[in-house]
């Protein structure tokens, strides 16, 4: 929690909102309506939480023009028009600072004689840095991370504890990386035979263009020969698997749990829902949002286009056949009740 105390007044001056209520309500943190105390700040980002608004006890809370209800006495509401945007122009003024990141090389990190790290840049505690690796200006390698042979990192990037990054693998500036990730691991290739399984050589990099992040427990393997590619802007959730030769887009939303197999190709801006599961081989084109837990065995060449289901059709298709069985499972009622009135006719006709 934040020292320092801000008001309704001051925090609506920031964010160029209004203030209904007790300009002189104060807050020093920021938590969700829900567990919001006395001294927190929240915000109404999706109508559905509307109920939640009220019975909350934070001081202060960020709501749009369409939330008419008066706030209760000692509290405020700063009426604006995004919420979820203004929330965000505040949050670090009222929040704690980040930890301070290391600078230098810490005294148990394993830096080689031949790799190249910047004077800016900050090497953790247990870290390993092989040789030929680069570390660009004002990167930051947390503790215990693992950093390959050749492996280039650009500048400013910064890669939280426990990653671990291959040999010879590429990533650009302003990368982030959390814990637990895995970049350049094998790809999963092998030849079946009838003694068993040949492992087909992995022997391709991982490339991290600009601009992206990528959470915590990732999976992203290596190219069998060439580049498994993660293209500029491109945010990618925790527990996601990237198989060899993956292209992703840029500024595609790869969100929690998704698997994609190896060789296919997402367009730029590409969002993959929760769970969704691409298979191999595929091309799917810009703008495509695949929902959460579709399952996708084709291409999918609706640009801009929703796809639902597996498999995975567009929606308004999804739609229509889930109507369909809707007025298949009501169609056999009605034919039940017809047989039982008939049945009935014709036995009053006997």
């Not at 003024?93 to 004077?119: E, F, L, M, N």
């Not at 056949?321 to 009501?330: H, L, P």
Request: aromatic share 6%.
């Amino acid at each position: 929690m934040a020292d320092t105390y801000f008001t309704a007044a001051q925090i609506a001056e920031v964010v160029g909102g209004r203030v209904v209520g007790a300009e002189s309500a104060a807050v020093n943190g920021v938590e969700s309506l829900q567990m919001a105390r006395p001294t927190h700040l929240s915000f109404l980002g999706n109508d559905k939480y509307e109920a939640q608004v009220l019975p909350s006890k934070a001081a202060v809370v960020l709501v749009p023009e369409s939330f008419t209800a008066p706030p209760p006495e000692g509290r405020a509401w700063i009426v604006c028009s995004d919420p979820s945007a203004a929330f965000m122009a505040i949050v670090d003024a009222v929040t704690p600072p980040p930890p301070p990141q290391p600078r230098g090389v810490h005294p148990s990190a394993v830096v080689s004689d031949q790799a190249t790290v910047a004077p800016s840049a900050g090497i953790g505690a247990n870290a390993v840095v092989e040789a030929g690796a680069v570390i660009g200006e004002n990167s930051v390698i947390g503790a215990g991370t693992y950093i390959g042979h050749e492996t280039v990192i650009g500048a400013n990037c910064l890669i939280y504890p426990n990653v671990t990054i291959r040999e010879r693998c590429v990533l650009g500036d302003k990368v982030i990386i959390h814990s637990g990730t895995t970049i350049g691991s094998d790809g999963f290739g092998y030849l079946p035979g009838p003694n068993g399984h040949t492992k087909i050589p992995q022997v391709g990099i991982v490339q991290i263009d600009d601009d992206v992040e990528i959470g915590a427990q990732v999976a992203v393997d290596r190219a069998r020969f060439g580049k498994t590619w993660i293209k500029t802007g491109a945010k990618i959730d925790n527990l996601v698997q990237i198989a060899h030769n993956v292209i992703i887009g840029e500024y595609c939303f790869i969100i929690a749990q998704v698997g994609i197999s190896g060789s296919t190709e997402l367009g730029k801006g590409v969002v993959a829902a929760g769970q969704a599961g691409i298979a191999g081989h595929l091309r799917i084109a810009p703008g495509v949002t695949i929902m959460a837990q579709a399952g996708v065995p084709k291409d999918l060449t609706g640009s801009g286009e929703y796809y639902v289901g597996s498999p995975a059709v567009p929606r308004k298709e999804f739609a229509k056949k889930e109507f369909a069985v809707k007025s298949v499972a009501k169609l056999k009622q009605t034919v039940k009740q017809l047989e039982q009135e008939l049945a009935e006719l014709k036995k009053s006709m006997s």
